[in-house]
């Protein structure tokens, strides 16, 4: 018997029942959906967190307080050694420096009227704005004069302006930050949210007022050091290092109390962290993929019983044991192949849907649905293989006789 | 030469640990042209030898002799090929497959031959049995009759020497049965080799030579003029 010939009886039983064999495939088509849907989550996380570090440009060094922290992100401060001092010397005394940014960032509540939100409040010099290219899209930035008066200003990200105040211009608005009013003064540009970030999600208010006003603390969380070019990475490193130690005292055998990163550095971090997830999302999909294939030999073991009849007719005309083998290999494997392309379709448009929705980047990769489908096909043939095997051993006789 | 050949025959089948000697020694020859009627109650082996002339069995020992090749030597795909090219089922239960019309379970032996033109041959088979306005029929919209008539072109398609018929009157009313039984009388005079199992005496009547089984034996082998002047039943 021909392929095309298997090909055609496998497509006349498939159709001959459609609703069981949507059934059946239905466990692939979910597992194909899943896999590409959660890879394309993933990816485009990756490559959303990818863009975002490397818009802040290759040149810039980030110091945090204390030692190096998994991750390199440590909400709070659990060592308060570095100071708005610091960054002022390393402007000053760092030839290849060209912008600092201290910053000091809490969660706390904020509050507008009967709305409020918990956000990320970040205490920034004038600079900020320069060094991280994050600017006001209305209003105005903190300038020296709020710097110096410690004034009661904010700046608010485009989340936390619509969460507080929808389609309402806040300008010149009164909020509460952990009770005390502050007037807001401009609202920041988007940066955008990935699937585990969202960059906008933040007020921002002069640093002086963050440490005085607000949290009561003299150090800041980090400072972003912009450093003329990529070429003087290195030496800039070496140098805000060098400085830090003598400013912290720190003697020839003490560890630094800071951590210094680069984009690179935080960039592999991120990187790893969504290709972790990625891998993580994409095998809970294929386990799916697997199950879909048990029910595929399933229904094909139940076929192979109901039609025992037929595969005797067909032993008994001249059909030899791979012309039935092939026969019920090619109906699993047709089987797992329409529920693949069936899977990618749905796949790519609950992508879509997710992206919209919750307004994920996400990234539909081409060798991701390959994979998908080529599981797809291989689980069709796995799990299509023993029912095959069962048919093709039948005795012919045995066969005719079943009713 | 003959075309059915049976030397010692004999077939053991172990059933639950028990062993069933269904065929104990069975010598038989069927020359082309003949058309024979395998006659005997149930239980008497004439099941076990129709499945073993057809090649859906093998014998335990003994030789069978198909058209000049020794069936015993032969793999699971020889004899398919054997039961293919060679024989041409007609079954009680008609055996169409369901949900597939007339045209294409004549075609079915041809699909497994790798025959071209199968269309072509399989509406000439079904014009020979008096049904080609029937060819997109599915085997529910047909009679019983009908079934059997497609059944036996599936059969014919091939072209092979040899008929099996195993009670193919079986599920048929009596003047179908005849219409059936007309259909085979006309292949045996087109020369036709018919082997016919059944146990009606009536259906036995159109064949030319009846074989009694008993017990896993032949008991009576005699031409059917000599049927009713044997009736005394001397077995030979």
Redesign the interface.
Known sequence: ??LA?AFRIAL?AIA?NPLRSILTALGVIIGVAAVIAMIAIGQGARRATTEQVQALGSNLLTVFAGTAQAGGVARGDPVQTLTADDAEAIRREVPQVTGVSAELNRQAQVVYRSENVVTRVVGVTPEYQRVRNFRPIRGEFITDDHMRARARVALLGQTVAQRLFGEADPIGQPIKIRGITFAVIGVMESKGATSFFDRDDLVLVPLTTAQRRLFGVRHVGSIQVQVASEEEMPAAQEAVADLLRRRHRLDAGREDDFTIRSQADILQVFSGVAQTMTVLLGSIAAVSLVVGGIGIMNIMLVSVTERT??I????????????ILLQFLVESVALSVSGGLLGIAIGIAATRLISQIAGWATVISAPAVLLAFAFAVAVGVFFGLYPAQRAARLD??EA?RHE | MALISLRQVEKVYRMDGVEVRALRGISLEVDAGEFVAIMGPSGSGKSTCM?II?C??RPTSGTYVLDGTDVGSLD??AL??L???RIG?V?QSF??????PAVENVE??M????TPDRRARALAALEAVGLRDRAGHLPTQLSGGEQQRVAIA?ALV?APPLILADEPTGNLDSATAGEIMGVLDGLSRQGMTIVLVTHEADIAAHARRHVHFRDGRIVRDEPARARFAASGGTPR
């Open positions: 018997m021909t010939a006349r001959g009849r037929e005797g007719i067909r032993m008994a005309v001249g059909a030899r044991r791979r012309d012919p006789i005719l | 499945n057809g859906l069995d699971d795909g398919a090929r039961r293919n090219r089922f079954f055996n169409l497959l369901p949900r597939t079915l032996p699909i497994y031959a790798g599936r091939m």
